[in-house]
């Protein structure tokens, strides 16, 4: 959850209530202009620009600790755009994921009919993995992918709806430590859901379902 603050306000007073519920909290404050930055393309190349260096003695310490801190800011407006844009749609709703590893399956929901779906997951503005033309059956059929910590979204369109209209399918993920880890959803044909999953939430379960 990423919350504005408006004023003079701090969010010290608001981040002891929220550890007081076993919240974990992280106070990052100019994420407006964080986000900005990271949305100048001249920033962008030059913050990602590497340094100069000439001479006997080249780029001290100072230099590269600078060129480091300058990608560090690039990639924290990355994740602060990108948690702030996603959510979840189309019948799904958020989830969190204790481990590094996205693992989950896709099950035709009802009556098996020759529903198709793509399935993609997509992270930072990345696409990490694209399954297309997928026939969902009822055993179902299994995906994993390496997520890095921050916001993941896992986007199911659907091609048609089979012979029984709509397209459904129900979701399973594995190894979550919040939310569902049973969804399912109903779609029209070029409907898309989409799951948001915060990565790196503390301990999973060990098996499909979860909370």
Known sequence: MN???????????LAKHLKAL????LLISGQVNLIRQADDDGYRKWAMAAPSCSGLIGCGPQYLER??????TLALGDIL??????????????????????SYALRDFGTVDGDIVNVSVSQFGRILQQNNNLVLTGEGTSFSVPVQRGVAILSVTAVNEGSI???TAALSILGISGGSGN???????GGTSDLKVTVGGGLGVPSVGGN
Not at 67 to 72: A, D, E, F, I, Q
Not at 88 to 98: E, K, P, Y
């Open 67 to 72: 060129w480091t801190m300058k990608r560090s």
């Open 81 to 102: 755009a990108d948690s702030r844009d996603a959510f979840s749609s189309g019948g799904l709703s958020d989830v969190t994921l204790a481990g590094l590893i996205l």
């Open 3 to 13: 919350i504005q603050l408006r004023g003079r306000d701090d969010g010290i007073e």
């Open 22 to 25: 076993s919240i974990p909290v």
């Open 183 to 189: 969804q399912s959803y109903s779609l029209g044909t």
């Open 165 to 167: 209209p709509p397209n």
